[in-house]
């Protein structure tokens, strides 16, 4: 308990305690929509945004929200029109954002690929209030949508034309869930990093996809997956001294590998 | 009044036509069944009187209203929709209650009367017993059979099938066939249905929509025959 004794660290927890139920609620829809692609894609697009703060000297946040969500409506643009191979929109978004990161920090001076790192790897531990704050904004709008939207969302979902001819909306509806999806990860990336903010989305979505029978279940199992991956990593990596964000990561995959393991004994 | 009509439609996949000047009309209380060879653009037709398909030219009218003047309601199976997703993170259940979402339950708790709709419609496809289990544990033939009972669940007012009894059994089709025919007789709905079995479903259907090949066109375009 020595480590609640820190400032810092109690900060941490509670970030972490906010993402563990963002970024599950948003990946169970990604994962089932064989869409998981698509925080790894909107996460790079990230670095773009961030490079583009530094080369305007803007807020890289700010820069940020403003890349992932026209990359988010391109992406939904590329998705329909791609759509029997649609995870070729992710790879040109992908690349494509990748090259305008390296091109944007090649261009910038002041030292611009150092101050990028810390956004790739992240840093839970350096979090400001302000951060902690704005993600606890996040997460009651992202609960307050999930209630209000969890039925039409589990039509979607379940089929784009069976949705349509329900009545829903069905392209402003995914353009808006990416567009939230990119608002999320924007925000998440400060603090777990570009390389780690999709493995936190989509590994407590998976695990909870394999021990919940019904929707509302596996909803409910990824947030406690979370909740449980992301503290028993902040107390490892604050333990063993190892970086917080790839040990959250590890330690989601201990556990899918764990429960699949589990599994497969139950079923022989 | 007509539920559905279609007016001089054509529709292209790309620079190819593929169905020209087809109209047609549904009507409420009527049973029609809607057959061609393969690939003659029938699920193409069915997309676009759906509008999940932009046509080219001509007019597509769906009714707003239902015959006691509430907003018409439409039930639709598309082509295998059996193969939808097998990680689909539903129980049977979930899955057919959703059906009685679009009925104004977006945002409202379901009532009873829903439960009994969902009841009835698992009933009717025989799989009220397998209501807790997964979706994705259930084989191509049960899937078929909730996706029928979502559907049923739903209690449209207009009913568009796109081959639904693939994978059925000869007694099953019997079944669903007179379901049919029923729901059209005796309830008023309108039913549009795609299927091969013409002989097998005729007895049961009101009328039969049939699309053939143009035989002036160089394109494999369809129209309807005369």
């Known amino acids: 308990m020595e480590m609640f004794s820190f400032e810092f660290m109690r900060k941490a927890w509670l970030a972490a305690g906010f993402m563990a139920v963002i970024a599950p609620m948003l990946g169970v829809f990604l994962v089932v929509r064989r869409q998981s692609l698509l925080a790894d894609t909107l996460s790079h697009v990230s670095l773009a945004g961030i490079a583009l703060g530094f080369f305007l000297n803007q807020n890289p946040t700010m820069t940020t929200l403003l890349v992932v969500i026209i990359s988010a409506v391109v992406l939904e643009y590329l998705r329909t029109m791609y759509q029997s191979y649609s995870e070729v929109s992710t790879a040109i978004l992908m690349s494509g954002g990748l090259a305008v990161a390296l091109l944007l920090m090649s261009l910038t001076k002041d030292n611009a690929p150092m101050k990028i790192n810390q956004y790739l790897f992240g840093s839970i531990i350096t979090i400001s209030q302000s951060q902690v704050k704005v993600l606890g904004v996040l997460f009651v709008i992202i609960i307050l949508l999930f209630l209000l939207f969890k039925r039409p969302m589990y039509v979607l979902t379940f089929d784009e034309d069976t949705a349509h001819v329900d009545g829903l909306p069905v392209h402003r509806m995914s353009l808006l869930f990416n567009i939230i999806t990119g608002v999320a990860i924007t925000l998440m990336i400060p603090i777990a990093g570009a390389l780690l903010v999709s493995a936190i989305m989509i590994l407590p979505a998976t695990i909870a996809m394999n021990l919940g029978k019904s929707f509302n279940r596996v909803i409910f199992s990824s947030i406690v997956i979370g909740l449980i991956g992301m503290l028993s990593g902040l107390v490892f990596s604050y333990q063993l001294n190892t970086p917080p964000g790839a040990t959250i990561t590890l330690v989601f995959i201990a556990i899918l590998a764990l429960v699949s393991l589990g599994q497969k004994i139950r079923h022989k | ?226």
């Open chain 2, 1 to 226: 009044m007509h539920y559905v009509q279609v007016e001089n439609l054509t529709f292209y996949y790309g620079e190819e036509p593929v169905l020209e000047d087809i109209s047609y009309h549904i009507d409420p209380g009527e049973f029609v069944i809607l057959t061609g060879e393969n690939g003659a653009a029938k699920s193409t037709l069915i997309r676009n009187t759906l509008g999940l398909l932009k046509p080219a030219a001509g007019k597509i009218t769906l009714s707003k209203v239902n015959q006691e003047n509430e907003p018409l309601s439409v039930g639709y199976i598309p082509q295998q929709i059996a193969s939808f997703n097998a990680g689909f993170p539903s129980t049977v259940l979930e899955l057919v209650q959703s059906g009685r979402f679009s009925r104004g339950k977006w945002f409202k708790p379901l009532d009873k009367r829903d439960h009994q709709h969902v009841e009835r419609a698992l009933k009717s496809v025989d799989m009220w017993n397998m209501r807790h289990k997964r979706v994705g544990e259930l084989s191509g033939g049960q899937k078929q059979r909730i996706c029928l009972a979502r559907v049923f669940a739903t209690d449209p007012d207009l009913f568009i099938f796109d081959e639904p009894t693939t994978g059925m059994d000869e007694k099953s089709r019997t079944q669903f066939y007179e379901l049919l025919q029923h729901n059209a007789h005796d309830h008023g709905k309108a039913i549009l249905m795609v299927t091969h079995e013409h002989e097998e479903v005729k007895q049961y259907a009101d009328r039969h929509i049939h699309l053939v090949r143009k035989e002036d066109s160089e394109w494999r375009c369809f129209h309807l025959s005369s």
